[in-house]
């Protein structure tokens, strides 16, 4: 059981907000360290590992200048222009439409974003402006908690919705722990159970992000000087 002390560093290094590459490296040493592991081959297990996995890191480490040029040239606030001339749009209506939409993609195993290219780019400035645009100028402390939804949103569409289909890495995976455990587990099975997951993520996604519009205008009515309408 030693051998899982990683854990245990990955959930206190995240519960003490360290930087993740660096509670990523303490948690590898640590279960290297109990599996009597040197730092030599511990160097040389991540660099396969992460030559192995080079498919899943490059697209973003390719999309960053790309993202930065769009930037350079006005995307986030074309995207916040847009967003403001919707009449009924709310920052957390925006994230909502595509927690479902990325939900949706996930379920057909098609990748239609990432926090490099759709969060930061997109989705973050749409929901800001539509947040401004209802409730005025936004404090510093609104903008990190729309941010932090966006990048959930992300997460949320991602994760709890790609089991769902059998033809793609996470349920073949989970299909081999099985087997390799003795626990006779269909393959079709894990993908109908992910339905209900999916949709328990996109009702909680709903829940946070209805609970953030009322923050928004909870403080909005709060900051109005009295008397104004």
């Not at 989970?174 to 159970?193: E, N, Q, R, Y």
Request: a positive charge; one cysteine or more.
């Amino acid at each position: 059981m030693i051998k899982l002390i990683g854990i245990g560093v990955v959930a206190l290094g995240f519960a003490l907000r360290l930087n993740p590459l660096l509670v990523v490296l303490l948690a590898a040493s640590a279960t290297a360290w109990a599996a009597d592991i040197g730092p030599v081959e511990l160097l040389q297990l991540l660099g396969q590992y992460f030559i192995d996995n080079r498919f899943m890191t490059l697209p973003v480490v390719l999309l960053i200048p790309v993202a930065g040029v769009l930037e350079r040239y006005g995307l986030q606030e074309r995207a916040a222009t847009l967003i403001c001339r919707l009449r009924n749009a709310t920052a957390g209506r925006v994230m909502l439409l595509y927690q479902f939409l990325r939900e949706l993609a996930s379920t057909v195993g098609i990748k239609i974003g990432d926090h490099a290219s759709m969060i930061r780019p997109l989705i973050v400035p749409m929901a800001e402006g539509a947040a401004t645009a209802r409730c005025g100028e936004l404090s510093a402390e609104l903008r990190t908690r729309i941010r932090a939804h966006a990048a959930a949103s992300e997460n949320w569409g991602n994760f709890f919705a790609d089991d769902i289909i059998v033809a793609i890495g996470p349920v073949l995976l989970m299909k081999g722990v099985f087997d390799a455990a003795g626990v006779p587990v269909s393959i079709w099975a894990l993908g109908l159970w992910g339905i209900p997951t999916a949709l328990a993520a996109l009702g909680l996604g709903w829940w946070r992000f209805h609970r953030l519009d009322k923050l928004i205008e909870a403080q909005h009515l709060a900051a109005k000087p009295e008397g104004k309408p």
